[in-house]
């Protein structure tokens, strides 16, 4: 949250243990003002399982979902239940996004479900990808630097496009 804080993100904070219902109020009210970002997965885990949060706010919302992989070159990995990342100096990154996707309106539990399970998927595809292609080093088509230099690119798909359905 610090870190989000310093590059002047507001974070509001929430799972379905701990004032769940405030947090999804507060991006209800804040949905049409703003872009949101998720955390995939929630303090208790487990680690790199998408929480139904961000559907049903998809859902309720109709915002798009854009899903972004990241990957290191090198990096240190926190003995913790996420085995959190931190990348070492002057290493690689590399972050791959999704098209824009869209979730349909007013889903049941069970939809909320399926979708979740579908985002997870690809985000699990994405983040192997970004983490395979950090290792390499190798361009790829298609990619965008955000930082010069050869260490840092990002794989970019383009946001201007209609939202696409997730199957």
Same mark, same amino acid.
């Given at each position: ?5 310093? &590059?002047?993100?507001?974070? /509001? ?10 947090? /999804?109020?507060?991006? #209800? !009210? ?5 872009? #949101? !970002?998720?955390?995939?997965?929630? @303090? ?13 706010? !998809?859902?309720?919302?109709? &915002? @798009?979902?854009?899903? =972004? ?15 959190? !990342?931190?990348?070492? *100096? ?10 824009? &996707?869209?979730? *349909? *309106?007013? &889903? ?20 192997? =990808?970004?983490?395979?292609? =950090? /290792?390499?080093?190798?361009?790829? $088509?298609?990619?965008?630097?955000? $930082?010069?230099?050869?260490? $840092?690119?990002? #794989? ?6 209609? =939202?696409?359905?997730?199957?």
């Amino acid at each position: 949250g610090q870190f989000a804080k310093y &590059l002047g993100m507001k974070c /509001i904070r929430g799972s379905s243990y701990r004032d769940g219902v405030a947090a /999804i109020r507060q991006f #209800m !009210a804040l949905s049409k003002q703003t872009i #949101m !970002a998720f955390t995939p997965d929630g @303090p208790r885990g487990p680690r790199r399982t998408l929480a139904p949060g961000a559907v049903f706010l !998809a859902s309720r919302l109709q &915002l @798009p979902v854009v899903l =972004a992989g990241f990957g290191y070159g090198k990096e240190w990995r926190f003995n913790s239940w996420d085995k959190f !990342a931190v990348p070492k *100096p002057f290493a690689r990154g590399r972050m791959i996004t999704s098209p824009l &996707l869209s979730v *349909p *309106p007013k &889903l049941d539990k069970d939809g909320i479900e399926h979708y979740r399970q579908q985002l997870e998927t690809n985000l699990t595809l994405l983040t192997k =990808a970004a983490e395979d292609w =950090a /290792i390499s080093g190798e361009p790829m $088509c298609g990619e965008s630097v955000v $930082c010069p230099g050869p260490k $840092c690119s990002l #794989m970019y798909y383009g946001s201007d496009k209609r =939202a696409e359905p997730i199957v």
